[in-house]
């Protein structure tokens, strides 16, 4: 992992509650932030954020500033975005993207 996504991390776990039953993976070369089995966000080397969203969230995730579709190997990942590091420098706009990424992964079903 790098710099960027190592304090990414760092800050990501000082949002998440104990209780939440969140565990670390590795994914998509980072560590992924699973919930109860679902991947919720994952810290990527340069310092962006991938966000699940799921289908129907896409499009009001993509009206927040840094967010763009997530690509992989020239084809979009549905239901993913990514958000650049810069729209990240607050606490409370990181925090806002991981309560997103919880009200959508709340849908699933444990893994």
């Known amino acids: 992992m790098s710099m960027a996504s190592d304090e990414l991390a760092d800050r990501i776990r000082d949002l998440l ?4 039953n969140i565990r ?9 932030f699973m919930s109860n089995g679902n ?3 994952a810290p ?5 954020l991938l966000v699940r ?28 975005v990514v958000v650049s590091g810069d729209a990240l420098e607050e ?3 990181l925090g806002e993207w ?3 990424a919880r009200a959508f992964v709340k849908t699933l079903p444990p893994k």
């Not at 990527?44 to 962006?48: L, Q």
């Not at 927040?64 to 979009?76: D, F, I, K, V």
């Open 17 to 20: 509650s104990p209780g939440e």
């Open 39 to 41: 991947m919720l966000v």
């Open 53 to 80: 969203v799921g289908k129907d969230g896409v499009e009001d995730a993509l009206a927040m500033e840094g967010a763009s579709l997530m690509e992989m190997g020239g084809r979009t990942m549905g239901g993913f």
């Open 98 to 100: 991981l309560d997103r």
């Open 24 to 32: 670390e993976q590795k994914m998509f070369g980072a560590n992924a």
């Open 44 to 48: 990527m080397k340069d310092g962006s």
């Open 91 to 93: 606490d409370f706009v």
